[in-house]
């Protein structure tokens, strides 16, 4: 599995979805094969097969897993707004794809989900500006093309089959305390709500403490009184955690009928695809139809149709449920199979177990194990419905003609159709009687990419030494988006779970919708001179008419050229020199910012029977203008020793100007802020590919290959007066553009020290000072890549993939809950005699006072009829400089970093770098002369491991890519990763 680099007569698919021969190239293109992936099973989503393929493509899926989103960046493209995308256009088979960014609350993906592995042909990533010039606005943050499987024309059908099957096991990264539980400190209490040990006393009883904050005391087994009135062991529950979920599976079988003949050939696959997620209820379908169709209709004219179906179907995708798994922590002797029997109460009409009987009056438990587990996860995955159908059509028709020698003619059109429904059905969980409940919410969109495209070129060779190749031509575009959705209001239904807006206790419903459309168009040129097959000149441009800016700015050219100069036919080289390119290449391209961006739009409303019309958040620009990127690369293309070793260097230098910023503006104006063109963002990187295969006989073959990636996007300049724009984030830790600096540094505020550097302690705690803020990571990589190998012995052959980055950091809430909740391992320390806790009492003013020893005698003026033993004393100095003297409890210490939303301390955004065994597998091919013998063509048996181990990773407690999004740089939801293992079948006969 690797990029294919330099094939000394390879052709390759370019922009436009033109063919051209890849020594002939000026520009840096990483191509993937199909079959370079075939053996790692079928992802739920193909994308997420690419981890470490191709220098420059950064890969990072969300917490979801799969079957979320992934987001996916070229050569970290980067912008100041945070509604800009930096995704790069997704093209198949000469159509550009819908696409959007995702998160993870009961997230569905989006169409790039719907793509399946068995039908891929290639990916091809145009990485630089010069290779993504011909797509003008949509490719200045580079272009994937997509190559579905094609029919063959040799005689006769074939038939492939391929059947997979994985399994995926929880991989549960955090590192819980399992000493003590849930509950408070006495100090936190008033007298005689915890005796001497701690114990919550309910009815003269040592008791479950009804709360989530894992404060209380040790859990030693005895026996004590337990929220629904049965006595039962104090005992830690170390995977109580890990229970909430369930193993997952993947199900895939593909079956493909390919033929044809002189004239042309087709292929049709089908594909079903079953996904059972690790989470509670959730389970995802998909059936995926394709038609791939070429025939010649004449000697002159050709014919090509590609046609995509899928149709998706996801039940009950999680929520974040942040609270119950994040912010306030589970009790560490909660037992999970017992709430499972308390969810559905099966002697009264099965309605939540907590509703009946008065139980959440009479069975204290903290809310966060009643509403949030109980209710929120398992009552809402169990019980109710949250359903998305999506219905995803990618057609493309192509015709050929060769007009004259050397002139042809194409013509390519298609779309990219996407609805969406989404229903979701929450049952009454108490009777109508004992109030209101339930609820019906029903949402319907469909969005379609229109994409018509003409190109007339020429192709001659001019004379021995001289080659020609022209074209010019033309697209057009329009993208339509339209929703509607209806709700039932808060009171809910007349009658129990009839899922009915006639149903609504109140009417009307709520509604809402909204539409939208833009049009391009688009003309385009190319000319590329050859001399003698080694040096290459070629000169491009496009100039787009986009409907999304003012008309005094929404035409925009983008130029590009590039040289290629292969040395190794131009000049004598040594033997052991098989070949050898050096290229370079310029362009400007840009991108204009998001639909109704840039226009005066107003919403309509209604209010009392008047029709009013209010002004969006911001304030139009007058003469917004397009982003621009201006790029220049530099590369070099060797190959060694009969090409057993392979490699390419990359170096690019580029500066994105005219960048979008939001300024606030007065609120006096009506808005909030307003739009301009600014600032300024320069890029530099290196790209290094190396290929080898070290060792090769006529039964062992080993292939490797490694690739390296860094890129340093920096803010050159701001608008006037501007020195730090802010990227995302309001309070606590941000993401930050400073002027001459690294672009997304995170900042936060730095706790309060003196002039030599030392803590300042006020009231016994540490705290961060609100007037200063500092710097400590970024959110971009310094250097990514991957390590890929290929060991082959007779039918045999062993894959394993190796990615790796450096130099990111990543906020992560759930570290710092943990801590806050008392649920980490490290809030051990000081809660006892044991762990280093210091003697105290508290007197009758609630003050704490150290005491000598842990045998000391209660004070006379102790509040408490008992002392206590987990104290402790920050080191640091007091506001007067001297030694801090003050004691508070463990859970103070430990409690400080409970803190809301993103109030961050700088010890709680943590470097993210790791080295992560991705996969490996084993795959044995059975011999020809076996597979003659029973008339198959091929017949390959695969095991594999997916999302195996993280060699070296910095991030504790979570995954290293459990991003609560494809677009932010946060974690709040300790959703764990799973590790799949399976086989697959492939067979052609």
Do not use: C
């Amino acid at each position: 599995m690797h990029e294919d680099v330099t094939g000394l007569n390879e052709v390759v698919v370019t922009g436009l979805n033109i063919p051209r021969a890849r020594k002939a190239l000026g520009y840096s293109q990483g191509t993937v094969k199909a079959e370079q992936l075939e053996n790692i099973g079928s992802p739920v989503n193909a994308f997420s097969a690419l981890y470490g393929q191709v220098a420059g493509l950064k890969i990072t899926g969300t917490a979801l897993g799969p079957a979320g989103g992934i987001s996916i960046n070229i050569r970290n493209a980067v912008a100041l707004y945070e509604g800009s995308t930096n995704r790069p256009l997704f093209v198949i088979d000469g159509i550009p794809m819908l696409d959007w960014q995702t998160d993870i609350n009961r997230s569905t993906g989006n169409g790039l989900n719907d793509l399946n592995m068995d039908d891929i042909a290639s990916f091809d990533v145009l990485k630089g500006a010069k290779a993504a010039v011909l797509y003008g606005s949509q490719g200045a943050n580079g272009v994937i093309l997509i190559t579905t499987k094609s029919g063959t024309k040799k005689r006769g059908f074939g038939v492939d089959v391929n059947l997979t099957h994985s399994q995926d096991r929880v991989w549960l990264m955090q590192k819980f305390q399992n000493e003590f539980g849930s509950g408070f400190p006495a100090a936190w209490v008033n007298p005689g709500v915890v005796d001497a040990e701690g114990f919550y006393q309910k009815n003269g009883v040592q008791a479950y403490y009804p709360t989530n904050y894992n404060f209380g005391p040790k859990m030693d087994g005895r026996q004590i009184l337990w929220y629904d009135s049965v006595m039962r062991p104090y005992v830690a529950q170390p995977d109580n955690i890990r229970n909430f979920y369930r193993n997952g599976y993947t199900s895939s079988a593909n079956v493909a009928l390919q033929g044809g003949g002189e004239n042309g050939g087709f292929r049709v696959s089908y594909t079903r695809k079953d996904y059972k997620g690790i989470f509670e209820g959730f389970k995802l379908h998909d059936n995926n139809f394709t038609f791939n169709g070429n025939i010649k209709i004449t000697s002159r004219v050709n014919f090509k149709l590609v046609s995509t179906y899928a149709n998706t179907f996801n039940h009950n995708s999680p929520p974040t449920n942040q609270d119950v798994f994040v912010t306030y922590g589970v009790p560490r002797q909660l037992s999970t199979e017992l709430l499972r029997t308390q969810v559905v109460d099966p002697a009264n009409d099965n309605y939540f177990w907590w509703a009946m009987e008065n139980r959440q009056t009479r069975y204290p438990t903290g809310g966060i194990v009643r509403d949030g587990l109980a209710g929120n996860y398992f009552w809402n995955q169990m019980q109710n419905d949250y359903d998305n159908t999506r219905n995803h059509f990618i057609n493309s028709a192509t015709i050929d003609v060769d007009i004259a020698k050397g002139f042809k003619f194409q013509l390519l059109g298609g779309f990219d159709w996407v609805t969406n429904k989404n229903e979701q059905k929450e049952k009454l969980r108490r009777p109508l009687s004992m109030g209101e409940g339930g609820r019906y919410y029903l949402y319907n969109s469909t969005d379609v990419y229109y994409n018509g495209q003409a190109i007339v070129s020429y192709e001659k060779q001019l004379s021995p030494n001289y080659s020609l190749n022209a074209f010019v031509g033309g697209v057009i575009q329009k993208r339509t988006s339209e929703w509607t959705s209806r709700n039932t209001r808060s009171d809910g239904f007349i009658t129990r779970d009839w899922f009915s807006f006639s149903n609504a206790k109140t009417t009307p419903v709520e509604s809402n919708g909204f539409r939208r459309y833009s049009l391009l168009y688009g003309a385009f040129g190319s000319v590329q001179i050859g001399f003698k097959e080694w040096l290459y000149l070629e000169l491009q441009g496009r100039n787009d008419w986009s409907s999304i800016l003012p008309p005094a700015n929404n035409s925009y050219f983008y130029p590009g050229a590039s040289v290629s100069w292969i040395f190794s036919e131009a000049l004598k080289m040594p033997d052991w020199v098989s070949f050898g390119k050096f290229r370079v290449s310029w362009a400007d391209v840009g991108r204009p910012g998001p639909e109704y961006f840039a226009n005066n739009v107003y919403d309509i409303g209604n209010y009392g029977g008047v029709i009013t019309y209010a002004p969006r958040g911001s304030r139009p620009p007058e003469d917004l203008k397009p982003e621009r990127k201006r790029e220049v690369e530099l590369g070099l293309e060797t190959k060694f020793l009969n090409s057993r070793l392979g490699l390419e260097v990359n170096y690019y230098n580029g500066n994105t100007y005219d960048q979008i910023m939001g300024l606030s503006v007065p609120p006096s104006s009506g808005f909030g802020d307003t739009k301009i063109n600014a600032g300024q963002i320069s890029h530099s990187g290196i790209e290094v590919f190396i290929n080898a295969t070290p060792f090769r006989t006529s039964n062992f073959n080993w292939n490797t290959v490694l690739n390296f990636h860094s890129d340093k996007p920096k803010v050159k300049k701001l608008a006037q007066g501007i020195t730090t724009q802010g990227l995302w984030g309001m309070s606590g830790a941000r993401v930050v553009a400073v002027e001459g600096q690294p672009w997304g540094q995170v900042v936060v505020r730095p706790y309060k020290v003196n002039e030599n550097g030392e803590r300042i302690v006020e009231g016994g705690y540490y705290s961060t000072d609100p007037t200063k803020e500092e710097v400590i990571g970024k959110v971009l990589p310094d250097i990514a890549g991957g390590f890929n190998n290929t060991v082959s012995y007779k039918g045999f052959s062993l894959d394993f993939n190796i990615d790796y980055q450096f130099g990111s950091t990543l906020v992560s809430q759930t570290n710092m809950y943990m801590v806050g909740n008392g649920s980490a391992a490290s809030t051990t320390a000081y809660r006892d005699e044991a762990h280093g806790g210091l003697p105290y009492y508290i007197n009758n003013s609630s003050t704490l006072v150290l005491l000598p020893s842990h045998t000391s005698a209660v004070p006379a003026d102790s509040k408490y009829p008992f002392i206590m033993h987990d104290g402790v004393i920050l080191p640091g100095v007091q506001p007067d400089g001297k030694p801090n003297e003050t004691i508070i409890t463990a859970a103070d210490k430990h409690s400080y970093y409970w803190q809301t939303f993103m109030d961050i301390q700088p010890d709680i955004v943590y470097k993210n770098d790791y080295i992560k065994l991705r996969n490996i597998v084993l795959t044995y091919e059975l011999p020809k002369k076996i597979t003659n013998r029973i008339h198959f063509d091929r017949l390959a048996v695969s095991l594999f491991a997916n999302n195996l181990w993280y060699i070296y990773k910095t991030m504790p407690n979570v995954d290293a890519e459990a991003l609560n999004g494809t677009n932010v740089f946060y974690e709040n939801n300790a959703f764990p990763t799973t590790r799949s293992y399976g086989a697959s079948i492939r067979a052609s006969f």
